[in-house]
């Protein structure tokens, strides 16, 4: 069990590894044991803090009123995890029992620093920035400084609290001379930093409870960390006998920390492991990128990740089916909970950040798509009150606000409010929406060993005048479509059709604004209970269930042009009118454990769950279409001239005008899965990752409205679903991985002689390679992959209006992800993706067939740099370059979407607790279309867009 209550830490960086000796004593250090991070409360670690985290750096204890020293020696290897510490047995070795004095009583007031020798002579380092990092078992305390090796490093202690002094070092803070937070962590009642002398900033740690504080040094590259751990009396106070919890530590750094790179991700192995040791590929877009860029959606976040395209949706918009190594994917979920609420709509305001797993997860989440996974990980709240507010604004009538407050509620417990609420236009004629997004979060529980969190989304959104996108050939053009060809072979267009193909304004709203409405309500509860047995088992219990009520969904699309006498007017549109209210209630229950612990010599992660997941969904599709012979009076839509009149679909004499209930289904989803994962260390620089899943998946589907084939569809499926990946690291910081994954995903339908179809079944192989560079501040990953995905359902050829199950589609690629700092201040992200993404078999479409909305070739490039002292401090620049080649716009009638480059831009100031940004996106006002539905529902992109948000934090 855990019995220690606080921690603070403290290294310093030279150039000699993991090396430290005390006057007179030429012993390597004892190596600090293992310990697993607690998954409590998965918080975005930025990368320096992620690696300091995880340092297995060296360490002694001192004893009281003892001098910290830190100097250049012959690098002595550490010894193994698992191989215990070396022998630190020396006449000269301080006792350990001099550090804390279980008989001494508690003292309230700071103890008189003992005397000590005069201040070095040498440069006096400035600390000119504190910064407070959520860590997963505590805080950081970042003292910024420009040379952390310089100062020299004292300890004394009285009761329960300790005094360290930084000595050779000054506070140039924009905020004074002077640092307290209390209660950061629940066994830490106060922090204090100060400067006392010239060249003296002391730091005072007061415990909660009367355990005695005790400081250990170790050493980390370009960092001076200080732990201090409170110990209860009559327990050891040897560093490699300590356990840590409910840390409280202070690094002095020699610049702020990365805000880019994030070295661990929860998605590839559902226990934060670090992403050089997970064999898949895993991108993740940390809250500083989403900031920095002005990111509102999930589609525009995605733009930050290789091969992840948002296909038929705009990037703008509330939901989402974003597709992921050239195929669309459902799997969304919520800190590690499946919701497929969230393609419907989702909340930015209260993400810490976005992860993508690559490829196949059935090993881990379930059924599901095969291209991979995007986990979005909430805010949780923090012991240290904050309370921040933003207004923003922008063209095309947008305009918003939002909150974030958080902080402690007594000792054991904190919160934490989101609160956004947006109205906005568009550059589309008559569309706006309204959103309001409220998620409140209790942390209820806050210990050592255990964890309660329990949170709360509301989303409403209502939107009105929708338009459902343009027709291929009005707003591109004539070439590269397979539907104008043929219009052509048949001389079916004059010329002045011809030349006014691809001049369609994009501005122009191809629905009926009049009867266009969208109103919607999601919500969301949780909640994540973790517990930590002993120093081997951890416990997590969690549970999401979430329910969507849409009253009302309608729209008017595009179906095909208007003949006249076998002439094809390409000018006039036949549209459909379509409503599609539905309510949909998901519940996901997972429970596992992790074991950290050592086999037959080798370090090993083991962790085995039991999932149990149930979706039920209502779903009602009406329709109404114009026939123009049925009311000659009303003249049909002309969508370069537009002509809006909502009698085409609800003629005031005829109410029941061309009606029709397309569908009135009943789903029921069932899922039932156990597995099981082992990473095992077989030696310091190889790692095995296996593991399997087996899931028992019930499905029920019944269609009231399909008369034809009134009868329900059940089917009940067991799969099993591998994965096993090895990690080759020939240095510390590089690592070679392969992988092979498989995924199911069951699949509701029969064919024409009523059998019916068994679950898709997808599988991945990946090779790559991984590298933290730049002092581990700068993370690239190179991937090569092939995917295959079979079972696909496709029409039936010989039966009009039913399917066939023996469609195969293939995705080979390469993938390039780059995100970290080159310099201080200067951050970057950065992608390629090579996606082959095509048909390899089927029965209606040609082998070879690109699929939908997936380009061969695309990047994305986002740099921002920001003044880092001077006059300036604070004032930055982002600028970002978007790159998607051509795609396939339609499977039936296939027509090519051009390529494009967009160029966006920012500039931000950011001092004390003010903040102030403008962002530009579609810089030169480029027209490009982001993604098709089909020939005539293509999605423009937005021209020149700003807007501009106002930021206070107190």
Excluded at 282 to 295: R, Y
Aim: aromatic share 10%.
């Amino acid at each position: 069990m855990h019995h220690v209550t606080g921690l603070i830490s403290l290294a310093i960086a030279g150039s000699a590894p993991f090396c430290m000796v005390l006057p007179g004593l030429a012993h390597p250090l004892s190596t600090r044991p293992h310990r697993q991070t607690s998954a409590a409360v998965q918080l975005s670690l930025p990368p320096a803090a992620e690696e300091i985290a995880g340092l297995e750096a060296a360490a002694i204890e001192l004893p009281a009123e003892q001098p910290m020293e830190a100097r250049e020696e012959p690098a002595v290897q550490p010894p193994s995890l698992g191989q215990g510490s070396p022998d630190l047995a020396a006449p000269d070795r301080p006792d350990p029992d001099l550090l804390s004095d279980p008989d001494q009583p508690e003292v309230e007031d700071v103890p008189t620093r003992p005397d000590t020798e005069d201040s070095p002579t040498g440069p006096v380092v400035q600390i000119t920035q504190i910064q407070l990092v959520p860590i997963a078992d505590g805080l950081q305390v970042v003292l910024v400084t420009s040379d952390p090796t310089a100062p020299e490093i004292l300890q004394f202690q009285a009761g329960n609290t300790l005094v360290v002094d930084i000595v050779g070092a000054q506070l140039a803070l924009p905020e004074g001379d002077r640092f307290q937070q209390d209660n950061p962590v629940p066994t830490v009642a106060s922090i204090a930093i100060e400067q006392v002398t010239a060249s003296d900033v002391q730091i005072t740690v007061n415990a909660a409870t009367d355990t005695a504080p005790n400081a250990y040094l170790e050493r980390a590259a370009e960092s001076l960390i200080l732990d201090i751990a409170t110990t209860p009396p009559g327990e050891s106070t040897d560093a490699a006998d300590l356990q840590f919890g409910n840390n409280l530590r202070i690094i002095v750094a020699a610049s702020p920390l990365p805000r880019y790179q994030v070295p661990t991700a929860s998605a590839g192995t559902r226990t934060d492991a670090d992403i050089l040791d997970i064999p898949q590929g895993i991108q993740v877009i940390p809250q500083a990128v989403l900031e920095d860029q002005g990111t509102d959606s999930l589609g525009q976040a995605l733009q930050n990740v290789s091969g992840a395209f948002t296909g038929r949706a705009e990037s703008g918009s509330r939901a989402t089916t974003p597709i992921l190594r050239g195929f669309e994917t459902n799997n969304i979920l919520r800190n590690g909970l499946r919701d497929d609420t969230l393609r419907l709509g989702s909340g930015i305001t209260n993400i810490d950040r976005i992860e993508v797993l690559k490829g196949p997860a059935s090993v881990l989440f379930g059924s599901g798509n095969l291209g991979g996974t995007v986990n979005l990980v909430t805010e949780v709240p923090l012991r240290t009150p904050r309370y921040d507010i933003e207004l923003t604004a922008g063209n095309y009538a947008t305009y918003g606000t939002a909150l974030d407050f958080t902080g402690p509620l007594d000792e054991y417990s904190s919160y934490r409010t989101n609160l956004a609420y947006e109205n906005r236009g568009s550059f589309i004629d008559f569309e706006e929406s309204e959103f309001l997004f409220f998620a409140p979060t209790l942390q209820i529980i806050d210990t050592e060993q255990t964890s309660l969190i329990v949170d709360v989304e509301y989303l409403y959104n209502r939107s009105s005048g929708s338009s459902s996108g343009l027709p291929a050939i009005s707003a591109i053009g004539l070439d590269n479509n397979s539907l104008a060809d043929r219009f052509l072979e048949g001389d079916a267009f004059s010329e002045d059709d011809i030349a006014r193909a691809g001049t369609l304004d994009i501005r122009t709203n191809s629905g009926e604004p009049e009867i266009s409405r969208t109103e919607s309500n999601i919500s969301r509860i949780s909640y994540r209970l973790d517990h930590q047995i002993n120093d081997t088992w951890q416990v997590r219990n969690e549970f999401l269930a979430s329910f969507q009520n849409t009253a009302e969904d309608s729209f008017v699309a595009g179906v095909g042009f208007f003949q006249s006498r076998g002439q094809i007017d390409f000018n006039r549109l036949n549209r459909l009118w379509l409503d599609n209210p539905s309510n949909r209630e998901a519940y996901t229950l997972n429970t596992n454990v992790v074991g950290d612990f050592a086999i037959a010599g080798m370090d090993q992660t083991l962790l085995l769950g039991v999932e149990w997941f149930q979706e039920t969904q209502e779903d009602q599709l009406f329709s109404r279409q114009f026939l123009p012979f049925l009311d000659p009076n009303v003249e049909p839509f002309n969508i370069f001239e537009p002509n809006y009149d909502p009698q085409r679909f609800f003629p005031e004499n005829n109410p029941d005008f061309a009606f029709a209930l397309r569908s009135d289904s009943f789903t029921r989803r069932r899922t039932i899965g156990l597995y099981g994962q082992s990473q095992l260390n077989l030696f310091d620089n190889l790692i095995v990752l296996v593991g399997g899943r087996v899931d028992f998946a019930d499905q029920f589907f019944v269609d009231a409205a399909n008369l034809r084939n009134p009868d329900p569809i059940e089917t009940s499926d067991t799969a099993f679903s591998p994965r096993v990946g090895i990690v080759y690291k020939p240095l510390e910081n590089v690592s070679l991985y392969a992988s092979y994954t498989e995924s199911f995903n069951p699949v509701i339908g029969q064919s024409q002689d009523g059998e019916v179809f068994v679950p898709e079944r997808g599988n991945q192989f990946e090779v790559g390679v991984k590298a933290d560079l730049l002092d581990d501040r700068l993370s690239a990953t190179l991937a090569y992959y092939q995917l295959r995905r079979t079972n696909v359902s496709t029409q039936d050829p010989d039966n009009t209006g039913f399917q066939v199950q023996v469609g195969e589609q293939a995705s080979d690629g390469v993938e390039l992800d780059i995100a970290g700092e080159l310099l201080p201040g200067w951050n970057i992200i950065a992608t390629y993706a090579y996606t082959d993404a095509r048909i390899s078999e089927d029965n209606q479409f040609s082998e070879g067939l690109r699929l939908q909305n997936v380009p061969e070739h695309a990047a994305s490039l986002w740099t921002s740099y920001e003044i880092q002292a001077g006059a300036l401090e604070g004032l930055g620049l982002g600028l970002g370059v978007y790159f998607q080649g051509e795609r396939n716009g339609d499977l039936f009638t296939p027509f090519t979407l051009p390529s494009y480059v967009r160029t966006d831009a920012s500039f931000f100031y950011r001092r004390d607790q003010f903040q102030a940004q403008l962002n530009f996106q579609n810089l030169f006002d480029v027209r490009y279309f982001e993604g098709a539905r089909d020939q005539f529902r293509v999605m423009p992109g937005a021209p020149f867009t700003i807007f501009g948000t106002v930021g206070w934090e107190f």
